[in-house]
């Protein structure tokens, strides 16, 4: 079992939390762990940021500030249930159109369901496949968001060229995940809540604790922030940045491909 961060040079691919597994062993737990939180993915998110993903994601809409024009296209992957989806639509006053892809398709039939009653469904595609082969042509989409996805993809390399293939020359890359916290105090406060106390309450909400203590585990396994920025670079894309959210408890990366 190994506790360290992977880094910039890979790992997490056969990353299934802190334990090890063989080629493509991953995705399939992966997806399992995902058809059984699908009906309770906003708790999962709020247990794991004490409701801080809501802000979170909101900076995130901020900073891509969607046009409010028709024929802006964005591709939100390991979006199923819509939450980046609506909101981006939402902030382009309804002109934007979403394309949400992910591989689970229990997470895609809530945001589907979801957005039926938000009266969105003429702005919104739901496409399940996966981020590491995106049955999309080279060029599709004005900009590419992930939140909360990209460590759960064993290739992250691979989605990351998928991602730059796609977008359109001038095209956005904007990834919000949970990072490294770089405040000492906070650290420990947040490793004590993480390993005691979200497996406990999942398995109380749930009655199933095994998905959030594989989700807690991912988290301390994905690269830092800086690692990651250098596998966004070498996927080709330039102006790399990132921002730390809530002492880095979360971090927002942006590219461009230009």
Same mark, same amino acid.
């Given at each position: 079992?190994?506790?360290?961060?992977? !880094?910039?040079?890979?790992?997490?691919?056969?990353?299934?939390?802190?334990?090890?597994?063989?080629?493509?062993? =991953?995705?399939?737990?992966?997806?399992?762990?995902?058809?059984?939180?699908?009906?309770?993915?906003?708790?999962?998110?709020? #247990?794991?940021?004490?409701?801080?993903?809501?802000?979170?994601?909101?900076?995130?809409?901020?900073?891509? $500030?969607?046009?409010?024009?028709?024929?802006?296209?964005?591709?939100?992957?390991?979006?199923? !249930?819509?939450?980046?989806?609506?909101?981006?639509?939402?902030?382009?006053?309804? $002109?934007?159109?979403? !394309?949400?892809?992910?591989?689970?398709?229990?997470? #895609?039939? +809530?945001? @589907?369901? @979801?957005?039926?009653?938000?009266?969105?469904?003429?702005?919104?595609?739901?496409?399940?496949?996966?981020?590491?082969?995106?049955?999309?042509?080279?060029?599709?989409?004005?900009?590419?968001?992930?939140?909360?996805?990209?460590?759960?993809?064993?290739?992250?390399?691979?989605?990351?060229?998928?991602?730059?293939? +796609?977008?359109?020359?001038?095209?956005?890359?904007?990834?919000?995940?949970?990072?490294?916290?770089?405040?000492?105090?906070?650290?420990?406060?947040?490793?004590?809540?993480?390993?005691?106390?979200?497996?406990?309450?999942?398995?109380?909400?749930?009655?199933?604790?095994?998905?959030?203590?594989?989700?807690?585990?991912?988290?301390? =396994?994905?690269?830092?922030? $800086?690692?990651?920025?250098?596998?966004?670079?070498?996927?080709?894309?330039?102006?790399?940045?990132?921002?730390?959210?809530?002492?880095?408890?979360?971090?927002?990366?942006?590219?461009?491909?230009?």
């Amino acid at each position: 079992m190994s506790v360290e961060r992977t !880094t910039a040079n890979g790992g997490m691919e056969t990353s299934y939390g802190f334990r090890q597994v063989g080629a493509g062993e =991953k995705q399939p737990l992966v997806n399992e762990v995902f058809h059984k939180v699908a009906n309770r993915y906003d708790l999962m998110n709020d #247990l794991m940021s004490a409701g801080m993903h809501r802000v979170w994601k909101d900076a995130m809409i901020a900073w891509l $500030n969607p046009p409010k024009r028709p024929g802006w296209k964005v591709l939100d992957v390991a979006g199923g !249930t819509g939450d980046i989806a609506f909101r981006i639509i939402e902030a382009s006053q309804r $002109n934007a159109h979403a !394309t949400v892809l992910d591989i689970n398709g229990s997470m #895609l039939q +809530v945001g @589907r369901e @979801r957005a039926e009653k938000k009266g969105l469904s003429a702005h919104l595609d739901f496409v399940e496949a996966n981020a590491e082969e995106l049955p999309f042509a080279d060029a599709t989409f004005d900009a590419y968001t992930i939140a909360f996805g990209i460590r759960n993809v064993p290739r992250i390399d691979v989605a990351l060229s998928e991602a730059f293939r +796609v977008l359109k020359p001038g095209g956005r890359f904007l990834c919000l995940e949970f990072s490294d916290v770089d405040m000492p105090l906070l650290d420990r406060v947040y490793d004590a809540w993480s390993f005691n106390a979200i497996p406990k309450i999942g398995q109380m909400v749930t009655g199933d604790g095994e998905p959030y203590a594989y989700l807690v585990e991912s988290i301390r =396994k994905f690269p830092d922030q $800086n690692n990651f920025a250098r596998m966004i670079g070498s996927a080709g894309f330039e102006r790399v940045s990132f921002r730390n959210y809530s002492g880095g408890i979360a971090a927002l990366h942006s590219g461009w491909k230009l």
